[in-house]
Protein backbone atom coordinates (compact mmCIF):
# COMPACT_ATOMS: atom_id res chain seq x y z
CA UNK A 1 0.00 0.00 0.00
CA UNK A 2 1.34 3.43 -0.77
CA UNK A 3 2.04 5.56 1.92
CA UNK A 4 -0.11 8.70 2.84
CA UNK A 5 2.55 11.77 3.26
CA UNK A 6 0.62 14.94 1.83
CA UNK A 7 -2.58 15.91 1.72
CA UNK A 8 -4.17 19.28 0.16
CA UNK A 9 -6.83 20.68 1.95
CA UNK A 10 -9.36 23.24 0.87
CA UNK A 11 -11.45 25.38 3.33
CA UNK A 12 -12.07 28.60 3.32
CA UNK A 13 -12.97 29.05 6.91
CA UNK A 14 -9.64 30.92 8.77
CA UNK A 15 -9.84 29.23 12.01
CA UNK A 16 -10.91 25.97 10.71
CA UNK A 17 -7.78 25.85 8.59
CA UNK A 18 -6.08 26.67 11.24
CA UNK A 19 -7.45 23.78 13.43
CA UNK A 20 -7.14 21.76 10.72
CA UNK A 21 -3.75 22.05 10.23
CA UNK A 22 -2.17 21.56 13.57
CA UNK A 23 -4.78 18.74 13.73
CA UNK A 24 -3.17 17.23 10.72
CA UNK A 25 0.66 18.25 10.69
CA UNK A 26 1.13 18.19 14.61
CA UNK A 27 -1.37 15.19 15.18
CA UNK A 28 -0.96 13.26 12.08
CA UNK A 29 2.28 13.97 10.67
CA UNK A 30 1.30 14.72 7.59
CA UNK A 31 3.10 17.24 4.72
CA UNK A 32 -0.44 19.74 4.17
CA UNK A 33 -0.80 22.08 1.59
CA UNK A 34 -3.97 24.42 2.65
CA UNK A 35 -5.98 26.21 0.12
CA UNK A 36 -8.67 28.77 0.59
CA UNK A 37 -10.48 28.43 -2.03
CA UNK A 38 -11.60 25.83 -4.95
CA UNK A 39 -9.39 27.98 -7.54
CA UNK A 40 -6.32 28.37 -5.35
CA UNK A 41 -6.54 24.39 -5.09
CA UNK A 42 -6.87 24.24 -9.16
CA UNK A 43 -4.24 26.49 -9.20
CA UNK A 44 -1.71 24.85 -6.58
CA UNK A 45 -1.89 20.94 -7.00
CA UNK A 46 -0.14 20.23 -9.81
CA UNK A 47 2.87 21.91 -7.86
CA UNK A 48 2.27 19.87 -4.76
CA UNK A 49 1.19 16.51 -6.02
CA UNK A 50 -0.92 15.24 -3.08
CA UNK A 51 -1.73 11.89 -2.27
CA UNK A 52 -4.98 12.63 -0.79
CA UNK A 53 -7.80 15.68 -0.92
CA UNK A 54 -9.56 16.83 1.49
CA UNK A 55 -12.55 19.31 -0.05
CA UNK A 56 -14.73 21.64 1.80
CA UNK A 57 -18.12 21.10 0.48
CA UNK A 58 -19.95 24.58 1.40
CA UNK A 59 -17.20 27.32 -0.02
CA UNK A 60 -18.10 30.52 -1.57
CA UNK A 61 -17.61 31.42 -5.44
CA UNK A 62 -16.81 27.64 -6.37
CA UNK A 63 -18.00 24.87 -3.92
CA UNK A 64 -16.62 21.84 -3.38
CA UNK A 65 -18.55 20.01 -5.81
CA UNK A 66 -17.62 22.53 -8.63
CA UNK A 67 -13.81 22.25 -7.30
CA UNK A 68 -14.23 18.23 -7.36
CA UNK A 69 -15.15 18.44 -11.33
CA UNK A 70 -12.64 20.64 -12.35
CA UNK A 71 -9.81 18.89 -10.38
CA UNK A 72 -11.33 15.80 -12.65
CA UNK A 73 -11.23 17.99 -15.80
CA UNK A 74 -7.46 19.04 -15.17
CA UNK A 75 -6.67 14.98 -14.15
CA UNK A 76 -5.37 16.02 -10.53
CA UNK A 77 -7.36 13.36 -9.62
CA UNK A 78 -6.09 10.85 -11.69
CA UNK A 79 -5.46 8.37 -8.69
CA UNK A 80 -5.86 10.41 -5.85
CA UNK A 81 -8.70 9.49 -3.26
CA UNK A 82 -10.69 13.08 -2.47
CA UNK A 83 -12.78 13.31 0.84
CA UNK A 84 -15.15 15.62 1.05
CA UNK A 85 -15.93 17.31 5.37
CA UNK A 86 -19.42 19.11 5.32
CA UNK A 87 -21.29 19.47 8.11
CA UNK A 88 -24.23 17.96 5.53
CA UNK A 89 -24.36 14.35 5.67
CA UNK A 90 -27.60 13.37 4.59
CA UNK A 91 -27.68 9.89 2.90
CA UNK A 92 -28.87 11.06 -0.23
CA UNK A 93 -26.04 13.37 -0.22
CA UNK A 94 -23.91 10.55 0.66
CA UNK A 95 -25.31 8.14 -2.13
CA UNK A 96 -24.32 11.41 -4.31
CA UNK A 97 -20.67 12.13 -3.30
CA UNK A 98 -19.87 8.58 -3.81
CA UNK A 99 -21.70 7.92 -7.07
CA UNK A 100 -19.24 11.49 -8.39
CA UNK A 101 -16.19 9.08 -6.83
CA UNK A 102 -15.77 10.76 -3.88
CA UNK A 103 -14.09 7.89 -1.22
CA UNK A 104 -15.61 9.26 2.07
CA UNK A 105 -17.13 12.03 3.74
CA UNK A 106 -15.88 13.42 7.75
CA UNK A 107 -18.66 15.12 9.10
CA UNK A 108 -18.13 18.83 10.06
CA UNK A 109 -17.34 19.27 13.20
CA UNK A 110 -14.86 17.18 13.27
CA UNK A 111 -12.64 16.13 16.92
CA UNK A 112 -9.01 17.55 15.17
CA UNK A 113 -7.69 15.21 18.10
CA UNK A 114 -9.20 11.60 15.58
CA UNK A 115 -9.21 13.38 12.52
CA UNK A 116 -5.77 12.00 11.63
CA UNK A 117 -6.72 8.43 12.61
CA UNK A 118 -9.70 9.12 10.53
CA UNK A 119 -8.15 10.06 7.35
CA UNK A 120 -5.67 7.15 7.90
CA UNK A 121 -8.50 4.34 7.81
CA UNK A 122 -10.25 5.48 5.01
CA UNK A 123 -6.82 5.74 2.98
CA UNK A 124 -6.36 2.08 4.28
CA UNK A 125 -9.73 0.73 3.03
CA UNK A 126 -9.01 3.10 -0.61
CA UNK A 127 -6.06 0.53 -0.94
CA UNK A 128 -7.31 -2.63 0.06
Known amino acids: MPELNRILYVEDDDDIRQVSQLALEDVGGYEVMLCESGQQALDSVASFNPDLILLDVMMPDMDGIETFHKLQD ?55
Open 74 to 128: QGALDGVPVILMTAKVHPEEMARYREMGVVDVIPKPFDPMTVSEEIARIWERCHD
